[in-house]
């Protein structure tokens, strides 16, 4: 199979979709591999070094989109790319469809197979492909955090740590799934005051088991969402409903009772965020301000540290992208109903259904299409 990898073109987007080291992986599979020049420059990986793996390096994202079989990227494609889309064309991405109505309008008329990294399962019943970047997202977001509470960045001037004779600051985190778990690692590194708030109770004594009595846990209801949040400095959502747009759980009206200079980090904006106020931002722009609350919502919070997170990447989604270009996606997905739960929209149908749900669309299950149902 012909594998495309452009190179990436969202707003301060450094990730790429195959490393040297995946191409070369590809192509002892008997796969070529086109990959656009300077592709992989935001992890350090020269054309040079894909050459040297195997790859040919294509001068135009248009002449992949053209000719590969299956286009490989990280995050959903943007206008222009969907436009090149092809039918029958295979793209391995995320994609987080719900909250996007007009990318999904398009990749439904293009009529590719586009099988979306967030929805692929596994037998132990997590999201193996979203895992790796949601614990990047969810260490970064303290960091994040940390910054926007510095008093020239706008924030309340509070240090997460505290120091000898004076409190830490709070951090709440809602959610204790992969975000909320290394949001927490990192906050109590820090010397954070933190607690999550969580409706699982076997989650909440495994996050106690792990952190011990350091770590406050909260069963989450709304009146508790809203106390814990107005006594906090930082808030993290990290919420999410596999496949659907997050739930609101932070409504517009609980702003005005939350400390002024505080801070909002979604890490659930990819699904539509977990705040009503909630917008993506980017890294170059990354926060705004309601009602006195610092907002930071960057939708590609992995992207700033690329190196890392492409690894981290690669190492859960080419074993899957091997068994697509060798098998075929019919067969791949026939043989694998955790792949199969990440095909998202084929041949002009939308084959999730969270997402057929969310926007309106008739649902057509995967099994369908494949033949066997």
Same mark, same amino acid.
């Given at each position: 199979?012909?594998?495309?990898?452009?190179?990436?073109?969202?707003?301060?987007?450094?990730?790429?979709?195959?490393?040297?080291?995946?191409?070369?992986?590809?192509?002892?599979?008997?796969?070529?591999?086109?990959?656009?020049?300077?592709?992989?420059?935001?992890?350090?990986?020269?054309?040079?070094?894909?050459?040297?793996?195997?790859?040919?390096?294509?001068?135009?994202?248009?002449?992949?989109?053209?000719? +590969? #079989?299956?286009?490989?990227?990280? &995050?959903?494609?943007?206008?222009? @790319?969907?436009?090149?889309? %092809?039918? $029958?064309?295979? *793209?391995?991405?995320?994609?987080?469809?719900?909250?996007?109505?007009?990318?999904?309008?398009?990749?439904?008329?293009?009529?590719?197979?586009?099988?979306?990294?967030?929805?692929?399962?596994?037998?132990?019943?997590?999201?193996?492909?979203?895992?790796?970047?949601?614990?990047?997202?969810?260490?970064?977001?303290?960091?994040?955090?940390?910054?926007?509470?510095?008093?020239?960045?706008?924030?309340?001037?509070?240090?997460?740590?505290?120091?000898?004779?004076?409190?830490?600051?709070?951090?709440?985190?809602?959610?204790?799934?992969?975000?909320?778990?290394?949001?927490?690692?990192?906050?109590?590194?820090?010397? +954070? #005051?933190?607690?999550?708030?969580? &409706?699982?109770?076997?989650?909440? @004594?495994?996050?106690?088991? %792990?952190? $011990?009595?350091? *770590?406050?846990?909260?069963?989450?209801?709304?009146?508790?969402?809203?106390?814990?949040?107005?006594?906090?400095?930082?808030?993290?959502?990290?919420?999410?409903?596999?496949?659907?747009?997050?739930?609101?759980?932070?409504?517009?009206?609980?702003?005005?009772?939350?400390?002024?200079?505080?801070?909002?980090?979604?890490?659930?904006?990819?699904?539509?965020?977990?705040?009503?106020?909630?917008?993506?931002?980017?890294?170059?722009?990354?926060?705004?301000?309601?009602?006195?609350?610092?907002?930071?919502?960057?939708?590609?919070?992995?992207?700033?540290?690329?190196?890392?997170?492409?690894?981290?990447?690669?190492?859960?989604?080419?074993?899957?992208?091997?068994?697509?270009?060798?098998?075929?996606?019919?067969?791949?997905?026939?043989?694998?109903?955790? *792949?199969?739960?990440?095909?998202?929209?084929?041949?002009?149908?939308?084959?999730?259904?969270?997402?057929?749900?969310?926007?309106?669309?008739?649902?057509?299950?995967?099994?369908?299409?494949?033949?066997?149902?």
């Amino acid at each position: 199979m012909l594998i495309g990898v452009p190179k990436e073109i969202k707003n301060h987007e450094y990730r790429v979709g195959m490393t040297p080291t995946s191409v070369r992986e590809a192509g002892r599979h008997g796969h070529q591999l086109w990959v656009e020049t300077n592709a992989g420059a935001g992890i350090g990986a020269s054309d040079a070094d894909y050459a040297q793996a195997g790859a040919k390096i294509i001068s135009s994202a248009s002449e992949i989109f053209a000719k +590969a #079989d299956m286009i490989i990227k990280v &995050k959903e494609p943007q206008a222009g @790319e969907r436009k090149m889309l %092809r039918e $029958g064309q295979i *793209l391995y991405t995320y994609l987080h469809l719900a909250p996007d109505p007009a990318q999904t309008k398009e990749l439904v008329a293009s009529g590719a197979i586009c099988i979306a990294y967030e929805t692929v399962t596994s037998a132990r019943g997590g999201l193996p492909l979203l895992a790796p970047m949601s614990q990047v997202a969810g260490r970064m977001s303290v960091q994040s955090g940390a910054h926007c509470l510095e008093k020239a960045q706008g924030g309340r001037g509070v240090l997460l740590g505290g120091v000898p004779g004076v409190a830490p600051g709070k951090v709440v985190i809602l959610g204790g799934g992969v975000v909320g778990t290394n949001a927490a690692i990192i906050a109590l590194g820090m010397g +954070a #005051d933190v607690t999550v708030l969580e &409706k699982n109770t076997d989650r909440m @004594e495994e996050l106690v088991g %792990r952190f $011990g009595t350091s *770590l406050k846990t909260i069963y989450s209801t709304q009146g508790a969402v809203e106390e814990e949040c107005a006594s906090a400095d930082l808030v993290i959502g990290g919420v999410l409903i596999p496949g659907a747009a997050a739930p609101k759980l932070v409504t517009k009206t609980m702003l005005k009772d939350w400390k002024p200079g505080s801070v909002l980090v979604d890490v659930a904006i990819d699904q539509g965020g977990c705040a009503e106020t909630s917008k993506a931002t980017t890294h170059a722009d990354p926060t705004y301000v309601v009602d006195g609350v610092i907002h930071y919502c960057v939708a590609n919070m992995p992207g700033g540290v690329a190196r890392t997170s492409t690894y981290a990447l690669n190492n859960v989604t080419l074993p899957y992208a091997l068994a697509i270009a060798g098998k075929g996606w019919k067969k791949a997905l026939s043989d694998d109903a955790h *792949l199969r739960n990440g095909l998202n929209v084929a041949s002009g149908k939308v084959t999730y259904k969270a997402v057929a749900d969310d926007l309106g669309y008739a649902y057509v299950p995967a099994e369908q299409l494949l033949g066997s149902a």
